[in-house]
């Protein structure tokens, strides 16, 4: 196929012509040389150079006249830009695409089934346009796609009793996904103020409508309150799906809607809406898009650290207004000064988890992983109702609930996690802050057990 292509070019190329089109201000910031960064052939990518040895450059010049220059052969021509709308024309190639947003796309390259993005020299491809996934943890690729950061907003769309005063509220929030080998991970989430919660998660990479699967989660807690198995089903859609309403989504454009409701009549419906970490929003309505997603996403530069803690670190040291710089515990080891957290405030009998198991020692319960989140969950709405808080959850407590000691599973600096494993697939897992003995956050996971 490269063969073919580049003899295409070759004979195109040799016979070069001059074609219409009409650009006139001196200033336009389209102006400039435009190279080719990223490819697509019937839908999967491609790199540019396995096509074009040479690289594929375009140079848009003012009174709509261009020069191209493909694997070292050039040619002159003409191109046109009307709302978006890209023509060029030169040596025999002809073609069309859309220049919005520091982007060109041309569109069955030669006829050849080839989508080209170009970006301008000097400039890298904008985030958003296409994300790498990296694979050398050993994961696939759709699980790869999981495992990383992701940024959006969450919203009430609904609250009674405790959350009547956050209905129709929003925030930007920030997840991190950890994904292993065998398709179960931990999603840990927060807001601009609080940490939100922890959410243990099971990848299905045949499920959804998209190349990288579905995720369900299968236990953990969000605000305070548990999440259970298939609460969250996440199915990120292929570019360009279409929903019932006619609105058109991009591929990783993901959305969770979720209900929970307490036994004392307080209840919850909210919205989480996530997209890859890095991803330029302009392609969603402006009504789509986190609230902070303007000032200190977007135009601040702060997408362009490599992960959400780096892009958090800088706000610390150089805070935007209206924008928090708390940094979620299980990326850092702890909360910073002056942050508050979902998890609730310690009470004053907190102490600093002692004892359990050394890592790698199992503690295997006499229970089904059935009857452990049954048991849990009646312990927690147990604190819940007793205090409105889960500030009770101490290790001393849960020691006395389970009858057995614990398995330290992580040691950090600022929290410390223990696990008790259920008898057959599951565990139960909780962290603490190792200085207050405060409870951090926990989750019921159906996989896992050693």
């Known amino acids: 196929m490269k063969k073919l292509i580049l003899v295409v070019l070759a004979l195109a190329l040799c016979f070069a012509v001059a074609a219409c089109g009409s650009k006139d201000a001196e200033d336009d910031p389209n102006l400039g040389v435009w190279i080719a960064k990223t490819g697509e052939m019937w839908g999967t990518s491609i790199e540019v150079e396995d096509f074009f040895d040479g690289g594929f450059i375009i140079e848009l010049k003012a009174g709509g006249k261009c020069a191209l220059e493909i694997d070292g052969k050039k040619a002159n021509g003409k191109w046109t830009l009307n709302d978006g709308a890209f023509t060029v024309k030169a040596g025999g190639v002809d073609c069309e695409g859309r220049l919005e947003n520091g982007k060109l796309l041309l569109e069955d390259v030669m006829g050849m089934g080839i989508d080209l993005i170009f970006y301008k ?202 924008t928090s710089s708390l940094i979620h515990s299980a990326l850092t080891g702890g909360t910073p000064a002056g942050s508050s957290s979902n998890s609730a405030p310690s009470d004053s009998g907190a102490s600093e988890p002692t004892g359990g198991t050394s890592g790698g020692d199992a503690v295997i319960l006499d229970l089904t992983n059935a009857e452990l989140s049954a048991k849990w969950d009646t312990f927690t709405d147990e604190v819940f109702a007793r205090d409105s808080q889960l500030s009770g959850i101490t290790y001393e407590s849960v020691v006395k609930l389970l009858g057995v000691e614990g398995e330290k599973t992580e040691d950090r600096d600022g929290f410390v996690e223990y696990r008790w494993y259920a008898s057959d697939d599951g565990s139960l897992s909780i962290r603490w802050n190792t200085e207050s003995g405060e409870w951090i956050n926990s989750a019921m996971n159906q996989y896992g057990r050693p």
């Open 121 to 322: 020299e000097g400039s890298g491809p904008l985030a958003g346009d296409s994300v790498d996934t990296d694979t050398s943890s050993g994961l696939s690729e759709a699980l790869a796609w999981w495992n990383r950061d992701f940024y959006g907003y969450w919203t009430v769309t609904s609250g009674y009793g405790v959350f009547e005063s956050l209905e129709d509220g929003i925030w930007d929030c920030y997840a991190v996904f950890d994904v292993r080998p065998d398709g179960s991970g931990t999603v840990y989430i927060w807001d601009d103020e609080d940490e939100i919660g922890t959410v243990e998660i099971q990848i299905d990479e045949l499920g959804g409508i998209a190349d990288m699967g579905s995720a369900t989660s299968e236990g953990g807690v969000l605000f305070g309150m548990p999440v259970q198995h298939a609460d969250w089903v996440m199915m990120p859609t292929y570019d360009g799906y279409e929903d019932y309403w006619g609105n058109i989504w991009p591929g990783d454009y993901m959305e969770i809607d979720a209900y929970c409701d307490l036994e004392d009549g307080d209840s919850i419906s909210y919205t989480i809406v996530l997209r890859p970490w890095g991803i330029l929003w302009e392609d969603v309505p402006e009504d789509n898009r986190p609230p902070y997603y303007e000032n200190w996403y977007k135009n601040a530069g702060f997408y362009e650290y490599a992960t959400i803690l780096d892009a958090l670190e800088a706000t610390n040291s150089a805070t935007t207004e209206g």
